[in-house]
């Protein structure tokens, strides 16, 4: 038997062998979610059998076009995988139409505003300020710069969307497109209350969850489906999917919405990604899901009581959902002083503004923090006061003017040596742990 000829290039199937420099930023960033509380609201654990689907052979596949209609042959086992993603998001939302063909949770917004509004025409989303997504009509996203975006906001009373500006605004204004969807707010999002406005005035409602996706899908969160037009979502965040986007609707909105992912704002899916989606959600299906979804609402208000019994002023006054908006006015500390001093000790945020900021973008008031990742490596009720007396500590150190600042560093040394250890007690779902990673 002749023996076969090899490849004049030689693939070598492991990372570390062929490129240990690469391999050792992995390795690092391994042990970095390890080794600290990942707080970032949006950040999560994808369990192994997402990650392994998501680095598949899935990705050598390219697949314009949908299902039984590509513009590339070999696409009987791409079809069969998108449709049975197709289907599990279908039963997981109970959504009439789904397309997990977006790369992520903007472009799957972009598809939205290019499919059922015309350039300068007016749209209507929650201010980047007050807690919305760039994507919802900031002037610098292209969604405010190629629409003439409303946008509404917060009472200043309570921290929650103000619906009666909302309706007032709608009325005046006459949205094509009306966004419900938050990235820094606490509270539950009345879908049906949108859901009335955007009927009496002829909008179309579109519901962003990419922030509370894996709550609604199981039922922890007010769901949209039943009110809203249009929902888009990221796949990854409290779903613990991969990265990437999806764009559920009603039937007559499926065609134009279809269209504008492809051919309007991409070419092929990546086919790797949506293999990470379809395991998640089959996760998402399981009783196991459900418990993980729940306990994420009982450590968002157990750490929100345990933070304002230490003094710590909560935007809207606490939480309904995975996260928590600081105003860290009273510290005497900005937002971002204490993302880079609690990141120094071992616990992850992002600094960001809260309602009514008077401070900028890049040095607000507050810090932004959730309860997905840490729920998902195991975390309960007791880690979370654990988690926040070290908040605690750690505002009052970056807040004494007496501490120099080595024995600043050093206190924060023995806070991240404190949460490593906790971290030790709970390994977090994915990460690589046996000797040779």
């Not at 002749?2 to 492991?14: A, D, L, M, R």
Request: charged letters at 20%.
């Amino acid at each position: 038997m002749q023996s076969p000829v090899k490849p004049t290039f030689q693939f070598i199937n492991s990372i570390m062998e062929y490129d240990p420099e690469v391999a050792s930023i992995i390795k690092a960033e391994n042990q970095r979610q390890h080794a600290k509380i990942r707080l970032v609201p949006s950040e999560n654990y994808a369990s192994r059998a997402v990650l392994e689907a998501t680095g598949s052979i899935m990705t050598n596949k390219y697949s314009e076009g949908y299902a039984r209609d590509r513009y590339y042959e070999g696409q009987q086992q791409i079809d069969k995988l998108e449709m049975l993603c197709v289907e599990r998001a279908k039963t997981v939302f109970g959504a009439d139409h789904v397309n997990v063909q977006p790369y992520s949770g903007s472009p799957a917004n972009q598809a939205v505003y290019l499919a059922l509004a015309e350039p300068g025409e007016t749209i209507m989303g929650l201010s980047l300020a007050d807690g919305g997504h760039l994507t919802h009509g900031d002037k610098v996203s292209i969604s405010g710069k190629h629409y003439n975006s409303i946008q509404y906001g917060v009472r200043e009373s309570d921290g929650s969307i103000d619906y009666d500006q909302v309706e007032s605004l709608a009325k005046k204004f006459k949205p094509k497109i009306i966004f419900c969807g938050t990235t820094a707010y606490p509270r539950f999002v009345d879908f049906e209350k949108f859901a009335a406005i955007g009927k009496e005035v002829g909008a179309v409602v579109v519901a962003d969850i990419a922030h509370i996706s894996g709550l609604v899908a199981a039922g922890v969160h007010p769901s949209p489906i039943p009110h809203v037009d249009v929902v888009t979502t990221t796949t990854h965040k409290s779903l613990r999917g991969p990265r990437g986007g999806m764009i559920m609707c009603k039937h007559q909105f499926a065609d134009v919405l279809d269209k504008a992912v492809f051919p309007g704002l991409q070419g092929g899916p990546h086919n790797h990604t949506t293999a990470g989606l379809a395991v998640a959600l089959k996760e998402a299906q399981t009783e196991e899901f459900k418990k993980y979804a729940r306990q994420i609402v009982t450590n968002a208000d157990a750490l929100a009581k345990s933070l304002i019994n230490r003094g710590f002023s909560l935007s809207s006054g606490g939480t309904d959902n995975h996260l928590i908006l600081i105003d860290l006015t009273n510290k005497g500390v900005t937002g971002r002083q204490m993302a880079k001093a609690l990141d120094a000790s071992g616990i992850v945020c992002n600094f960001n503004r809260i309602p009514f900021d008077k401070r900028p973008a890049m040095n607000p008031s507050g810090i932004r923090i959730g309860t997905p990742a840490i729920t998902s490596r195991g975390f309960g009720i007791n880690e979370m006061e654990r988690l926040a007396n070290w908040m605690e500590t750690v505002a009052q150190l970056r807040s004494d003017e007496s501490l120099n600042l080595s024995d600043r560093k050093m206190a924060y040394k023995n806070v991240a040596k404190e949460v490593k250890d906790l971290c030790d007690q709970f390994p977090a779902p994915g990460l690589c742990y046996d000797s040779d990673c």
